[in-house]
């Protein structure tokens, strides 16, 4: 089996709905009712199945949702990296910092993209966000978690001002 890092194949997982976060321009909410459902964990299974008899490998986005509150993120993510398959993940870093640490150090060498989508309408104070963000960065830095982050934010007429002091924190520290 090819392990080899980028691969040429692309799966992305769609976790489900579940979220934490009650954000008003969601697209996971349709007619003010968040749409609801959780891959379920017997697909989780066949999933594996198929990866063990394709014999490829994928560069694997779990997503959407927040995976952190996944009930069976652990199992996705220990099956995969079983296998040897790269991870990426999109979350809006509302886990804590020691779920997160411990993520980083189980999935190092396998998580290849840690993507956080910051919601500003969710954070009380800007600066918890940061503080949180030099934390895991420093982490990282330490304890040489081979990962890219990519912080992103969803830009929107009531919130441009805060977009742009959040862009200006963010190239301080090279994004």
Known sequence: ????????????????????????????????????????????????????RTKLQ???TLADGEPFIYPYLDSIVDGLTK????????????????VLKNFFLKTNGFLKSFSISIHLSQWKNINDFFDKFENIIAFVKKNKIDLSIYPTCV????????????HLRMKEYGY
């Open 83 to 98: 296998r040897g398959h790269s991870l990426a993940i999109i979350t809006n870093f509302s886990a804590s910092e020691d």
């Open 58 to 60: 994928f560069y694997t």
């Open 155 to 166: 830009l929107t007429v009531e919130n441009i001002d805060k977009v742009k002091l959040l």
């Open 1 to 52: 089996m090819d392990t080899g890092y980028p691969p040429r194949n692309f799966l992305d997982i769609k976790l489900g709905y579940a979220c934490n976060f009650k954000c008003e321009y969601c697209y996971q909410v349709s007619d003010g009712v968040r749409q609801t459902g959780l891959l379920k964990k017997e697909h989780i299974n066949a999933l594996l199945s198929y990866l063990d």
